[in-house]
């Protein structure tokens, strides 16, 4: 078979055309020293701040430390395998994580890698874990309410979607009980929750999924996990994570709520890494730049401006105390960076007030603006006579004696201490907090008897569900409380009193 020239010619053509340089350049660097899942790389001079790095076998790090002669990585698994003189590689990437809604119903890692067995994520997107917070400009002031369905909340220290609300008290009082009822009264709100568990014991964690699970809310809530046995780096990143899952909803238009479940854990994580990379330390040895740490990850919930979506992250940081003392060195950081906190002390928890919520320390710093209508005419009165009652018991311990309006007000603030007690994993609706607060500030409750004030309650409810089904849809619908609504629940309270007192 004869071969044309212009044949050969034309496939020499082409192959020079089709030819591609394979030559690339890598950066890369060498391991100096190892150790307490600290590296020590030399070589990478063009290495960025927070860069992800591959080191063998797959194991990643990031970059902490830029110094002179070599670079601080920390280390995100054990590093088994690894020694000096290994080859270390640039990424070019900061640390990012899958996004969406193939989380929800999930348990991931601190990278957001399932550790629930159930396979692998499905989701096209990813978002950096470290992210600059919005601007003042493209946000708007926090008024929608986020009902948490604990009636103590909802109706003195209320939170608004795009707030940060921070839950202290001592270990064993109540707290993750409480964000974890908030997350179950989102069913059918259109909020999508995020739980993170930083340094949380294994057990804890699953005991958690598993409530979330008995209650339908896995369905719309994602779990980020970096329990006390994981590397320290993958619990410093773990609520950044839980953040950047966040954000998917933010910013498309989207409701999200973050907790962060704790950040004393999440402090002390940082402080390991910082003494290990030796950083100086500082106040109880904690790095200088620690309320930066939890700045940059409070600022990122956010109420955006209706043109840009109207999304909002909402978030509940978590932090826990030492024998109630609010005036430790994490503590006062993060009350100075969230608008306002829910305070559960453990004398009202031994007491059996659950949950156990001091009214007079716990505060919202958006206050009404928060509140339904319908809360918001009901709750004024309770704060005050709540205060007035805690005043009054601390002076009438000292025996004097009472004339009857001091009665009255001590047996009306007895009634409403009962009607704030909840059940764990058992939220309220809008209707029900509205319609059994109405009763105790209006006094209709002051002629039961204080130990068979809950199963007032309950057997209430359940009437006025049944016999009223107009009021309760009409609070749930209009979120006001107008005569019409008020004259009815007056109508409902008289004939169920009646019935309830007539029972003994």
Same mark, same amino acid.
């Not at 780096?233 to 966040?246: E, H, K, M, N, S």
């Not at 009962?418 to 939220?427: A, C, F, H, S």
């Given at each position: 078979?004869?071969?044309?020239? +212009?044949?050969?010619?034309?496939?020499?053509?082409?192959?020079?055309?089709?030819?591609?340089?394979?030559?690339?350049?890598?950066?890369?660097?060498?391991?100096?020293?190892?150790?307490?899942?600290?590296?020590?790389?030399?070589?990478?001079?063009?290495?960025?701040?927070?860069?992800?790095?591959?080191?063998?076998?797959?194991?990643?790090?990031?970059?902490?430390?830029?110094?002179?002669?070599?670079?601080?990585?920390?280390?995100?698994?054990?590093?088994?395998?690894?020694?000096?003189?290994?080859?270390?590689?640039?990424?070019?990437?900061?640390?990012?994580?899958?996004?969406?809604?193939?989380?929800?119903?999930?348990?991931?890692?601190?990278?957001?890698?399932?550790?629930?067995?159930?396979?692998?994520?499905?989701?096209?997107?990813?978002?950096?874990?470290?992210?600059?917070?919005?601007?003042?400009?493209?946000?708007?002031?926090?008024?929608?309410?986020?009902?948490?369905?604990?009636?103590?909340?909802?109706?003195?220290?209320?939170?608004?979607?795009?707030?940060?609300?921070?839950?202290?008290?001592?270990?064993?009082?109540?707290?993750?009980?409480?964000?974890?009822?908030?997350?179950?009264?989102?069913?059918?709100?259109?909020?999508?929750?995020?739980?993170?568990?930083?340094?949380?014991?294994?057990?804890?964690?699953?005991?958690?999924?598993?409530?979330?699970?008995?209650?339908?809310?896995?369905?719309?809530?994602?779990?980020?996990?970096?329990?006390?046995?994981?590397?320290?780096?993958?619990?410093?990143? @773990?609520?950044?994570?839980?953040?950047?899952?966040?954000?998917?909803?933010?910013?498309?238009?989207?409701?999200?709520?973050?907790?962060?479940?704790?950040?004393?854990?999440?402090?002390?994580?940082?402080?390991?890494?910082?003494?290990?990379?030796?950083?100086?330390?500082?106040?109880?040895?904690?790095?200088?730049?620690?309320?930066?740490?939890?700045?940059?990850?409070?600022?990122?919930?956010?109420?955006?401006?209706?043109?840009?979506?109207?999304?909002?992250?909402?978030?509940?940081?978590?932090?826990?105390?030492?024998?109630?003392?609010?005036?430790?060195?994490?503590?006062?950081?993060?009350?100075?960076?969230?608008?306002?906190?829910?305070?559960?002390?453990?004398?009202?928890?031994?007491?059996?007030?659950?949950?156990?919520?001091?009214?007079?320390?716990?505060?919202?710093?958006?206050?009404?603006?928060?509140?339904?209508?319908?809360?918001?005419?009901?709750?004024?009165?309770?704060?005050?006579?709540?205060?007035?009652?805690?005043?009054?018991?601390?002076?009438?311990?000292?025996?004097?004696?009472?004339?009857?309006?001091?009665?009255?007000?001590?047996?009306?603030? @007895?009634?409403?201490?009962?009607?704030?007690?909840?059940?764990?994993?058992?939220?309220?609706?809008?209707?029900?907090?509205?319609?059994?607060?109405?009763?105790?500030?209006?006094?209709?409750?002051?002629?039961?008897?204080?130990?068979?004030?809950?199963?007032? +309650?309950?057997?209430?409810?359940?009437?006025?569900? +049944?016999?009223?089904?107009?009021?309760?849809?009409?609070? +749930?619908?209009?979120?006001?409380?107008?005569?019409?609504?008020?004259?009815?629940?007056?109508?409902?309270?008289?004939?169920?009193?009646?019935?309830?007192? @007539?029972?003994?």
């Amino acid at each position: 078979m004869a071969l044309k020239p +212009e044949e050969i010619t034309t496939i020499l053509k082409q192959e020079i055309r089709d030819y591609e340089s394979g030559v690339k350049m890598e950066s890369t660097g060498v391991i100096l020293s190892l150790g307490d899942g600290i590296a020590r790389v030399y070589g990478l001079d063009d290495c960025m701040a927070g860069e992800l790095l591959e080191f063998p076998g797959g194991e990643m790090g990031i970059a902490l430390n830029l110094e002179e002669s070599n670079v601080g990585v920390v280390l995100c698994g054990e590093g088994h395998g690894l020694k000096e003189g290994d080859t270390v590689k640039r990424t070019g990437k900061i640390a990012s994580v899958p996004v969406g809604k193939g989380l929800l119903g999930r348990v991931v890692d601190a990278l957001g890698r399932p550790i629930d067995g159930k396979g692998p994520i499905v989701s096209t997107e990813t978002r950096p874990i470290e992210f600059k917070a919005p601007g003042v400009l493209v946000r708007q002031s926090v008024k929608e309410p986020l009902q948490t369905g604990i009636k103590a909340i909802d109706g003195m220290i209320p939170i608004g979607r795009g707030q940060r609300e921070l839950i202290i008290g001592d270990r064993q009082t109540g707290k993750t009980a409480v964000a974890i009822d908030t997350i179950l009264n989102q069913k059918g709100k259109d909020v999508h929750c995020i739980y993170v568990a930083v340094g949380q014991k294994a057990s804890n964690v699953l005991s958690v999924v598993k409530t979330l699970e008995e209650n339908g809310a896995m369905a719309y809530t994602t779990v980020v996990s970096a329990p006390a046995d994981v590397a320290a780096t993958l619990q410093f990143l @773990a609520p950044y994570t839980g953040a950047a899952v966040g954000e998917y909803y933010l910013f498309n238009g989207m409701h999200a709520l973050v907790i962060y479940d704790d950040l004393t854990k999440h402090a002390a994580a940082y402080r390991e890494l910082s003494l290990l990379l030796r950083r100086p330390p500082g106040r109880e040895a904690f790095p200088g730049d620690v309320f930066y740490l939890h700045s940059r990850l409070l600022e990122r919930a956010a109420k955006m401006r209706q043109d840009l979506g109207g999304g909002s992250l909402t978030a509940l940081p978590i932090i826990e105390t030492q024998a109630g003392d609010v005036s430790g060195y994490i503590p006062t950081n993060v009350i100075s960076i969230t608008d306002g906190q829910i305070y559960l002390e453990s004398d009202l928890f031994y007491q059996g007030v659950r949950p156990a919520i001091n009214v007079g320390l716990s505060v919202s710093r958006v206050g009404g603006n928060a509140q339904t209508k319908a809360m918001k005419k009901v709750a004024g009165k309770l704060r005050l006579e709540l205060a007035q009652y805690r005043e009054l018991a601390a002076f009438m311990q000292f025996g004097s004696d009472m004339d009857k309006s001091t009665r009255d007000q001590l047996n009306r603030g @007895a009634r409403l201490v009962e009607i704030l007690k909840q059940g764990q994993y058992t939220p309220a609706t809008l209707a029900q907090e509205v319609s059994i607060i109405y009763l105790g500030t209006k006094g209709a409750l002051d002629e039961v008897p204080l130990e068979r004030v809950q199963a007032f +309650e309950a057997g209430f409810q359940k009437f006025l569900a +049944e016999k009223y089904p107009d009021v309760v849809n009409e609070i +749930e619908k209009q979120k006001e409380l107008t005569d019409s609504i008020v004259q009815r629940l007056d109508r409902a309270a008289t004939e169920y009193k009646a019935q309830f007192l @007539a029972k003994k």
